[in-house]
């Protein structure tokens, strides 16, 4: 599993490059670049994973546990952030260029502009966006209340010292 987190992570850059040229990409396009995003963070993912388990359990441990944790952690962290970010701005820039399409479309035909009609018809439109930005965020806030968890661990051990 670690080869394949260090693949990922050293891939971050380009992942981060290629969700930004999505922007004008047709729907079936982008769906398909999500999924394989999905797969390809499925490791990052099972790390998170796999601490949540330890800490669940709520047994003490060694203070290596938490240095270890707190490394490993942050890394991941660091390679969710751009990514996590880069999908809101994805969503975001779909959603805007999905309404003035469909406003500047209506306008032209001479039909009643509806907006909040349109405000969900985009919302529609970049649902799969959102939901894989979701899932991105739901794990980057795992890492980051794990992290703080360790941080508090290790303080409380060294204060007591």
């Known amino acids: 599993m670690e080869q394949n987190v260090d693949r990922i992570v050293k891939d971050t850059t380009r992942t981060v490059m290629s969700i930004r040229d999505l922007r004008e990409t047709p729907t079936e396009v ?26 669940f359990d709520g047994k003490e441990h060694h203070m290596s546990f938490y240095y270890d944790v707190l490394d490993a952690l942050t890394g991941a962290y660091m390679y969710l952030s751009p990514i996590t970010s880069t999908l809101k701005a994805l969503e975001k820039n779909r959603s805007v260029r999905f309404f003035h399409a469909e406003k500047i ?10 907006q909040g009609a349109t405000e969900r018809a985009s919302d529609n439109f970049v649902q799969q966006e959102n939901y894989i930005k979701n899932i991105f965020d739901g794990y980057l806030d795992s890492c980051m209340v794990a992290i703080q968890t360790c941080r508090t661990r290790i303080r409380e051990v060294e204060t007591e010292k």
């Open 105 to 114: 479309a209506c306008e032209k035909a001479g039909n009643k502009f509806v």
């Open 30 to 55: 982008v769906a398909e670049f999500l999924e394989k995003l999905l797969i390809d963070a499925t490791d990052v993912f099972n790390l998170i994973g796999s601490y949540q388990t330890a800490f």
